[in-house]
């Protein structure tokens, strides 16, 4: 989806992108019944070591949409600490 929307507004200098974040501490997740084995899991097994926070997927959005991003597009940017699929 974001490659086809990047051909089609490219050339009106519009970058399209999109964010996948992976597990992010949020108060929904912390309320989940099983959250501690989540956390423990997610901070044994990503190679971060820990969940992400809210600031990480915002830092990363605030990222795609400034210049320092203008020759980005078309992509989806993991936010995951390095977990894919």
Sequence with gaps: FTRAMALEHGRNNVTVNAVAPGIIRTEMVESLPH??????????QLPIRRLGEPEDV???????????????????????GGRYG
């Design 58 to 80: 915002a830092e990363a959005i605030l990222f795609l949409a400034s210049d320092r991003a203008s020759y980005i597009t078309g992509d989806l940017l993991h936010v995951s």
């Design 35 to 44: 959250f501690e084995k989540i956390k423990a899991r997610a901070e044994e």
